[in-house]
Protein backbone atom coordinates (compact mmCIF):
# COMPACT_ATOMS: atom_id res chain seq x y z
CA UNK A 1 0.00 0.00 0.00
CA UNK A 2 1.78 3.57 -0.73
CA UNK A 3 1.96 5.79 1.79
CA UNK A 4 1.33 9.21 1.78
CA UNK A 5 3.57 11.79 2.80
CA UNK A 6 2.98 15.44 2.83
CA UNK A 7 5.55 18.44 1.19
CA UNK A 8 5.55 21.60 2.24
CA UNK A 9 8.12 24.35 1.54
CA UNK A 10 10.72 21.95 0.50
CA UNK A 11 10.24 19.53 3.31
CA UNK A 12 8.48 15.98 3.32
CA UNK A 13 6.24 15.78 6.29
CA UNK A 14 3.84 13.00 7.87
CA UNK A 15 0.14 13.05 9.12
CA UNK A 16 -0.48 14.80 11.96
CA UNK A 17 3.00 16.78 11.78
CA UNK A 18 1.86 17.97 8.49
CA UNK A 19 1.48 22.37 8.28
CA UNK A 20 -2.68 22.68 7.43
CA UNK A 21 -1.67 23.83 3.93
CA UNK A 22 0.49 21.24 2.88
CA UNK A 23 0.63 18.91 -0.14
CA UNK A 24 -0.14 15.13 -0.03
CA UNK A 25 1.54 13.30 -2.00
CA UNK A 26 2.41 9.31 -2.80
CA UNK A 27 5.48 7.75 -2.05
CA UNK A 28 6.21 6.11 -5.44
CA UNK A 29 8.81 3.17 -4.87
CA UNK A 30 11.20 3.14 -7.22
CA UNK A 31 14.18 0.48 -7.84
CA UNK A 32 17.67 2.05 -7.52
CA UNK A 33 21.32 0.58 -8.34
CA UNK A 34 23.65 0.91 -5.89
CA UNK A 35 27.29 -0.59 -5.72
CA UNK A 36 28.76 -2.25 -2.85
CA UNK A 37 31.63 -3.89 -1.85
CA UNK A 38 31.77 -7.54 -1.13
CA UNK A 39 33.91 -7.23 1.40
CA UNK A 40 33.26 -4.24 3.60
CA UNK A 41 29.81 -3.60 2.37
CA UNK A 42 31.32 0.14 1.60
CA UNK A 43 29.27 1.84 -1.35
CA UNK A 44 30.91 3.16 -4.27
CA UNK A 45 30.47 6.31 -6.59
CA UNK A 46 28.89 5.02 -9.84
CA UNK A 47 31.58 4.43 -12.69
CA UNK A 48 33.05 2.41 -15.08
CA UNK A 49 34.14 0.12 -12.78
CA UNK A 50 33.05 1.03 -9.40
CA UNK A 51 35.83 0.37 -6.43
CA UNK A 52 35.72 0.65 -3.08
CA UNK A 53 36.71 3.55 -1.36
CA UNK A 54 37.96 1.55 1.06
CA UNK A 55 39.92 -1.86 0.17
CA UNK A 56 40.10 -1.10 -3.47
CA UNK A 57 37.42 -3.90 -4.08
CA UNK A 58 36.06 -4.55 -7.17
CA UNK A 59 32.24 -3.39 -6.16
CA UNK A 60 28.63 -5.40 -7.26
CA UNK A 61 25.58 -3.93 -8.25
CA UNK A 62 22.63 -4.53 -5.33
CA UNK A 63 19.19 -2.95 -6.71
CA UNK A 64 17.61 -1.91 -3.44
CA UNK A 65 13.96 -0.36 -3.58
CA UNK A 66 14.10 3.40 -2.24
CA UNK A 67 10.33 5.96 -1.87
CA UNK A 68 10.40 8.75 -3.54
CA UNK A 69 7.68 11.27 -3.90
CA UNK A 70 5.79 11.77 -6.68
CA UNK A 71 6.09 14.72 -8.41
CA UNK A 72 2.99 16.79 -9.27
CA UNK A 73 2.37 19.93 -11.25
CA UNK A 74 1.51 23.30 -9.88
CA UNK A 75 -2.59 23.40 -10.19
CA UNK A 76 -2.80 19.87 -8.92
CA UNK A 77 -0.15 20.57 -6.02
CA UNK A 78 -2.69 23.57 -5.11
CA UNK A 79 -6.08 21.78 -5.57
CA UNK A 80 -4.66 18.80 -3.19
CA UNK A 81 -2.89 21.65 -0.53
CA UNK A 82 -6.36 23.88 -0.59
CA UNK A 83 -8.74 20.48 -0.20
CA UNK A 84 -7.08 19.85 2.87
CA UNK A 85 -8.80 22.91 4.79
CA UNK A 86 -11.31 24.22 2.16
CA UNK A 87 -12.91 22.27 -0.71
CA UNK A 88 -11.18 23.21 -3.97
CA UNK A 89 -12.21 22.59 -7.70
CA UNK A 90 -9.73 23.47 -10.42
CA UNK A 91 -11.77 26.19 -12.68
CA UNK A 92 -8.67 26.53 -15.48
CA UNK A 93 -6.18 28.84 -16.08
CA UNK A 94 -4.71 31.87 -18.04
CA UNK A 95 -1.53 33.16 -19.06
CA UNK A 96 -1.11 36.67 -17.98
CA UNK A 97 1.47 39.32 -19.62
CA UNK A 98 3.63 40.26 -16.68
CA UNK A 99 3.23 44.42 -17.45
CA UNK A 100 -0.18 43.69 -19.56
CA UNK A 101 -3.11 46.26 -19.43
CA UNK A 102 -5.63 43.88 -17.26
CA UNK A 103 -2.34 43.37 -14.83
CA UNK A 104 -4.03 46.33 -12.30
CA UNK A 105 -7.28 44.67 -12.16
CA UNK A 106 -5.86 42.02 -10.13
CA UNK A 107 -5.46 43.19 -6.09
CA UNK A 108 -3.68 40.31 -5.26
CA UNK A 109 -1.64 39.18 -2.53
CA UNK A 110 2.37 38.66 -3.01
CA UNK A 111 3.38 35.75 -1.28
CA UNK A 112 6.43 33.81 -2.29
CA UNK A 113 5.55 30.00 -1.68
CA UNK A 114 7.47 27.50 -4.00
CA UNK A 115 5.61 24.56 -5.15
CA UNK A 116 6.60 20.53 -5.36
CA UNK A 117 7.20 20.85 -9.04
CA UNK A 118 9.53 23.74 -8.49
CA UNK A 119 7.84 26.73 -9.70
CA UNK A 120 6.66 29.59 -7.33
CA UNK A 121 3.39 30.89 -5.84
CA UNK A 122 3.80 34.38 -5.99
CA UNK A 123 -0.06 35.68 -5.85
CA UNK A 124 -3.15 34.67 -4.62
CA UNK A 125 -6.51 36.75 -4.90
CA UNK A 126 -9.90 36.64 -3.31
CA UNK A 127 -12.89 38.42 -3.82
CA UNK A 128 -15.80 38.98 -6.21
CA UNK A 129 -15.60 36.75 -9.39
CA UNK A 130 -14.57 39.10 -12.20
CA UNK A 131 -13.75 38.09 -16.00
CA UNK A 132 -10.63 39.13 -17.37
CA UNK A 133 -10.02 39.35 -21.10
CA UNK A 134 -7.30 36.66 -22.04
CA UNK A 135 -5.54 38.60 -24.83
CA UNK A 136 -5.73 41.76 -26.91
CA UNK A 137 -6.14 40.46 -30.19
CA UNK A 138 -8.87 37.75 -29.32
CA UNK A 139 -10.77 39.57 -27.25
CA UNK A 140 -12.05 36.56 -25.55
CA UNK A 141 -12.80 36.49 -21.84
CA UNK A 142 -11.51 34.20 -18.36
CA UNK A 143 -13.59 34.01 -15.43
CA UNK A 144 -12.04 34.34 -12.60
CA UNK A 145 -14.73 32.84 -10.12
CA UNK A 146 -13.95 34.99 -7.51
CA UNK A 147 -13.27 32.66 -4.90
CA UNK A 148 -9.63 32.31 -5.33
CA UNK A 149 -6.86 32.82 -7.87
CA UNK A 150 -3.58 31.70 -7.65
CA UNK A 151 -0.63 33.15 -9.38
CA UNK A 152 2.25 30.85 -10.41
CA UNK A 153 5.58 31.92 -11.83
CA UNK A 154 6.80 29.52 -14.19
CA UNK A 155 8.08 30.91 -17.08
CA UNK A 156 4.94 33.17 -17.38
CA UNK A 157 2.57 34.52 -15.11
CA UNK A 158 0.05 31.82 -14.76
CA UNK A 159 -3.59 32.00 -13.23
CA UNK A 160 -4.71 29.29 -11.94
CA UNK A 161 -8.17 29.40 -10.57
CA UNK A 162 -9.77 27.41 -8.11
CA UNK A 163 -13.03 27.44 -6.27
CA UNK A 164 -12.81 27.45 -2.41
CA UNK A 165 -15.23 27.48 0.20
CA UNK A 166 -13.35 29.88 2.52
CA UNK A 167 -11.20 31.76 0.38
CA UNK A 168 -10.82 34.59 3.08
CA UNK A 169 -9.43 32.14 5.26
CA UNK A 170 -7.22 30.29 2.74
CA UNK A 171 -5.55 33.52 1.90
CA UNK A 172 -5.02 34.35 5.72
CA UNK A 173 -3.50 30.57 5.97
CA UNK A 174 -0.89 31.35 2.99
CA UNK A 175 -0.04 34.87 4.04
CA UNK A 176 0.95 33.22 7.08
CA UNK A 177 2.38 31.00 5.77
CA UNK A 178 4.72 32.95 3.56
CA UNK A 179 6.64 34.66 5.85
CA UNK A 180 5.41 37.88 5.15
CA UNK A 181 2.48 40.33 4.90
ZN1 LIG B 1 35.69 -2.67 0.43
Known amino acids: MAEVAYWWRG ?21 AVE ?14 EP ?9 E ?9 ELVDAAEALGRAFSRV ?31 DGSRLVGVYAGKPRFLKRG ?15 VVWSGLLECLAFEVEEPLKLVELLSASAGFI
Request: include cysteine.
Open 136 to 150: FRNGSTFELPGNLAA
Open 11 to 31: RLYREGEAPPLAVPLKLVRVE
Open 51 to 59: RCPLCGARC
Open 61 to 69: PRTRVEEVP
Open 86 to 116: CRARFRGSVALEPWGAFMPLFAWRPLDLELP
Open 35 to 48: WVCPRCGERAEWGP
